[in-house]
């Protein structure tokens, strides 16, 4: 891949100075401004809290077009990817910027398989935690403590040890994810199996009980690798740049991606899935949809529709299409016949889309309107939800955060700030305050 080029300046007037700054493009997408020296040239900062203006990195992974609803990784559509690859191909591209060949692919993922297990120690790490803790508390916590367990892979300097950390994280988090769910339940853990592809180990880990093997279905595990496929990576989401912020003080890789996961917790991100179920569920029935249609435009309600709207798309998002036809398909071959939820949501989706203030503000259904239903079919409680959210992810992450490292132009991220505070006080003696 070409970098970015200069193709152009912008000529920024303050009275009768003239700063000229360029203007960089790079393959397809808006071009940016550059500032990078506006502070050396003119004493100014920009303000852009939220980033909604501002590219804080190149990049050549993935490429989003939100008015048009469109989004490829390395090229390929998302719909393609879904439709005609797996979730291993999809690792591969992400990582490595081509589709493997079959030896490539064999080989990749011969080597997450062989990753999967856990150091036995780590299993241990489980325990310390509250039996009624949330796994993504405790994915936090055991994410992070990997750290503690493969030194061997913690020196960011070196490409090999980087790629190496990068597998263990792919390859352990279905495993971590897994025993999340079983410590919460209650159930012994059950561990990683060789002969299972990377979607149907992780529902032999969490669906089987020692007494009991799970029973895998092909379209559930199609389906399972489908969501992972869809959640792989979404350019620079606050998770990832959260990954690539951590990282960029030097921190290791393990210790990056805990902080990716602790930042997706939250219900303006990885959270909304589950927040929409819960949301379904106090909507309670369709005849109730207009009420809560109405308290979403009350400016004066905090209540939002929770799987609409997104900062990037300003359309349809293209995950949202595909999760809603699978959504059908696991539903089908569950032999789940009028699912009250998935009626409630299609209804909501509807009147939403005709309604004026969606429509003018182009909020639409994102990934997580429908993703819910689907996992809750499969057998997901809802604290699982961003869990997997942080499974699938873990792959964009890792591959943003080598991106970062091999850039020449990286350095620490240090925003600045606009201050509003005190200017210089005189400090007040305790006694006479
Ligand atoms: N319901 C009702 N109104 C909404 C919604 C919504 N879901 N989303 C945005 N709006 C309104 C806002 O009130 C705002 O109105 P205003 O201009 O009159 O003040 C306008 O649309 C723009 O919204 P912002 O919050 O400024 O947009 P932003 O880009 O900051 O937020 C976000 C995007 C956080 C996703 C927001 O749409 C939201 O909270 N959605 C619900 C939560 C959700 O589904 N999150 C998942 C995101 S996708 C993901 O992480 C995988």
Redesign the pocket.
């Known amino acids: 891949m070409s970098s970015s080029t200069i193709t152009g300046n912008v000529d920024l007037t303050e009275n009768d100075n003239v700063t000229n700054l360029p203007l960089m493009s790079g393959s397809v997408g808006p071009a940016v401004v550059d500032v990078r020296k506006l502070y050396a040239q003119t004493g100014h900062f920009t303000y852009d809290p939220?980033f909604?203006s501002t590219a804080s990195c190149e990049s050549a992974i993935t490429y989003i077009d939100g008015d048009q609803g469109v989004l490829m990784h390395r090229g390929y559509k998302i719909e393609d990817l879904a439709e005609k690859s797996d979730f291993m191909e999809v690792c591969y591209l992400l990582l490595k910027g081509e589709l493997p060949n079959t030896a490539e692919k064999n080989k990749f993922t011969h080597d997450i398989t062989y990753h999967t297990m856990l150091h036995e120690q780590l299993i241990q790490f489980f325990k310390g935690f509250r039996r009624d803790a949330h796994p993504m508390a405790i994915m936090v916590g055991v994410v992070g403590a990997l750290s503690a367990f493969y030194h061997d892979s913690t020196d960011i300097h070196d490409p090999k040890q980087r790629m190496i950390a990068s597998y263990r994280l792919i390859a352990k988090m279905p495993t971590i994810a897994a025993m999340a769910y079983k410590y919460s339940v209650g159930q012994p853990f059950i561990y990683p199996s060789n002969d299972l592809s990377y979607a149907e180990n992780f529902l032999h880990m969490t669906f089987s009980v020692p007494a009991e093997n799970y029973k895998l279905s092909p379209t559930i595990s199609r389906a399972m690798d489908r969501i992972f496929i869809l959640h792989a990576d979404?350019e620079q989401?606050?998770s990832t740049s959260t990954v690539r912020l951590a990282g960029s003080s030097g921190a290791n890789p393990f210790a990056c991606i805990a902080a990716g996961i602790a930042c997706l917790w939250g219900?303006?991100?990885?959270g909304?899935n589950e927040?929409?179920l819960n949301m379904l569920h106090e909507i309670g029935s369709v005849d109730r949809v207009q009420e809560f249609i109405a308290k979403?435009?009350d400016?004066d309600d905090p209540f939002?529709?929770?799987?609409?709207?997104?900062?990037v798309y300003k359309n349809y998002?293209p995950r949202a299409k595909v999760m809603q036809k699978a959504c059908h398909e696991v539903l089908d071959e569950l032999g789940i016949k009028d699912e009250p939820m998935l009626k409630l949501a299609m209804e909501l989706e509807k009147i939403a889309l005709e309604d004026p203030?969606?429509k003018e503000?182009k909020?639409f259904p994102?990934?997580?309107?429908y993703s819910g239903i689907i996992l809750q079919a499969l057998g997901f409680p809802t604290s699982m939800f961003t869990v997997l959210?942080a499974l699938a992810r873990t792959v964009g992450w890792v591959a943003q955060w080598n991106e970062m490292m091999e850039d020449p132009s990286q350095k620490i991220g240090r925003p600045r700030q606009l201050y509003t505070g005190y200017d210089h006080r005189d400090y007040v003696d305790l006694d006479k305050r």
Not at 267 to 270: E, F, I, L, Q
């Open positions: 939220g909604t979404h989401n606050a219900p303006a991100h990885g909304a927040a929409v979403a435009k400016k939002r529709l929770m799987g609409f709207g997104h900062r998002d203030y969606f503000k909020l994102n990934v997580d309107f959210f």
